[in-house]
């Protein structure tokens, strides 16, 4: 009988492309996930040029068809593509955006919100601009998912910060500026009447994990995803060589830990990777990000080590996100301890480093 293929969803990649395809590319991208047994993928907005208009968007979209098309000649994979909006200051934007999610809606699976400048210049940093995307997407009528990128800006210190150094980057941006990032975004959106579900991404505190849930208990619709940088590594673990670096960044051990505990016990959502690559040089020139696929899968052989049971992995892995956003069933397939044991070798030279390097 012919082993049924792995097939998990990854609700946060950055698969860069055109302007920066010396960093990745879809084909690429996509590759390095069916390697870890991922099949369905939802990409960030923070492109070059940014997913912030319909031809954009759509010419993405294109795009992907075209990857896909040459790609799938394995009728045992389904390889899903889908992006997300971003939010800019612009409320004319927000509008269009939320037309254009109603008219292409799973292909465009939601909006990005970045509450704090990361990669890109997509920031919407002020309390009134929050507050102002809240008011329109309420006044637009729009119940589908915003994904949070939560760092206060007034709270980071970007003079802390130095390039190819992973602790000063911690210092720079610190748990608090996550932490109160979440507490405003929550407060702005009920206070503003918003209807939908509100994700904060690549969540990597206790506090802010404690937030959600509390959020959560009082009847709103949020939801959180972590990574596996967040929920393996340290910022105990930078190394040079690693470029560790990541926006938020590594958190002390302690947040490390809350943090895998959550994906245990059912506070923390879904596993996102957040897979974000960037040439050798430019890590040690300063840029964000790190490739998520090695770490998905040690992530996936630490949680069974810790006696997760294989439905929660289905939840974390996929089912979760499906729901969450109103998608139809795929089948969530999590990859057992023989394909990781085969695949571990190939995903880690896919890429320039290897920020596991070590871990097993």
Known sequence: MKAQ??????????????????KETLRHGICSGLVAGVSCFFDMPNTVPPLTDEATILRRLSHADKVMAEMDGDDAIRISYHVYGGITTDMEQIRDMVALHARLFPLMVGLKLFAGHSTGNMGVVTEEQQRAVYRTLADCGYKGVVALHCEKEALLCPDCDAPDDALAHSLARPSTAEVESVRDQIRFAREEGFAGTL???????????????EAREQGMQITCGATPHHALLSVQDSLPHRHLSMNPPLREQADRDAVFLALLDGHID???????????????????GIPGYTGLMLLIRRLRMADCPEERLRDLLGKNV????????????????????????????????DPYEGME
Not at 276 to 285: G, I, L, Q, V
Not at 325 to 342: C, E, H, K, R, Y
Request: hydrophobic share 35%.
């Open 199 to 213: 994700h904060v991404c690549h969540i990597s505190t206790a506090g802010a994990i404690g937030l959600v849930s």
């Open 322 to 353: 499906l729901q969450a956003f109103g998608l139809d069933g795929q089948a969530i397939t999590v990859p057992d301890a023989s394909f990781i044991d085969n695949s571990l070798g190939s995903s880690r030279v896919r890429y320039p480093w």
């Open 270 to 288: 879904w596993i996102e990777t957040d897979h974000a690559p960037h040439t050798r040089e430019d890590k040690k020139n300063g840029a964000n």
């Open 5 to 22: 293929f792995p097939s998990m969803i990854d609700p946060h990649v950055h698969f860069r492309d055109w302007e920066q395809s010396e």
